[in-house]
């Protein structure tokens, strides 16, 4: 429909080969815009820009490096004339008990998903004239449990708080800002866990449209939260199949759904 033709957008969390981001900027260029793609390895990013000649542009970026995301902003400015569309997929899978959760890995992950965030729409809106939309790629288990997961969860559940501040202060000059929240879904990320027999089969009970999701799902939420149709802000989109009706399937489960598929495979 090319709801998005003369937009542009920045995407950070795009370094990795056909994860989230990479999905979500291919759909951003599908309906008409252009797009800066940006992380720390340069190798995918190139591939990524090589893939759309004159829509995509690239910038290496960590997110919680002040210097580097206005360094972003900058790029974007540069090689786009500005910004209209700010998203914000990357993110750090730490799953470990509460009290084996290490003060080192608090900072890192507080700096990753929570000071990064909070630096990156902090340029984004400075590049930003009046009108536009930022996302932040948020996560169900911000507001729903899952073991083992207290860290990730209460930096992205913080990071949703700050993006409705930022709908609040900032509406008056026409941005949006909006969190999307998948479920389990299939990325790179989660490839290696869906070849555990019987693991995935543990979720998908908990979602009431009957799958897991996955990256097209969240990049088509993108596209409606991006474009001019959209009249929503300080928002926290749950495209996850109706898995916040339910919940997740807790430890012991997964692990008796787990053990019963390795006993039927032998």
Request: charged share 20%; aromatic share 6%; proline share 3%.
């Amino acid at each position: 429909m090319m709801r998005l033709q003369g937009k542009r957008a920045v995407v950070l969390g795009a370094a990795g080969k056909d994860n989230m981001g990479q999905v979500i900027g291919h759909r951003l260029i599908a309906e008409g815009a252009s797009v800066l793609v940006a992380g720390r390895k340069k190798e995918f990013l190139e591939q990524f820009v090589a893939a759309h000649p004159g829509k995509a542009f690239m910038a290496t970026c960590d997110i919680t490096s002040k210097a580097d995301n206005d360094a972003l902003a900058k790029s974007a400015v540069e090689q786009m004339g500005g910004v209209d569309i700010a998203i914000n997929a990357s993110g750090w899978g730490l799953l470990k008990p509460f009290l084996e959760t290490t003060a080192e890995e608090l900072q890192q992950i507080g700096d990753l998903q929570f000071k990064g965030p909070f630096l990156f729409f902090q340029s984004m809106i400075e590049a930003m004239g009046n009108g536009g939309s930022l996302i932040q790629i948020s996560s169900a288990t911000a507001t729903i449990m899952l073991n083992d997961h207290a860290a990730y969860m209460g930096t992205k559940a913080g990071t949703d708080h700050v993006i409705r501040c930022i709908a609040n202060e900032f509406g008056d000059r026409g941005i949006k800002a909006n969190s999307i929240s998948p479920g389990l879904t299939e990325t790179p990320m989660t490839a290696a866990n869906g070849k555990t027999p019987g693991l995935w089969e543990a979720f998908v009970p908990s979602y009431p449209l009957g799958r897991v999701g996955t990256s097209d799902d969240i990049a088509a939420a993108a596209v409606w939260l991006s474009s001019d149709e959209c009249f929503m802000t300080g928002q926290n989109l749950q495209v996850n199949g109706g898995l916040t009706l339910r919940r997740n399937p807790w430890k012991h489960e997964i692990q008796a759904s787990v053990m019963a598929a390795m006993q039927a495979a032998q």
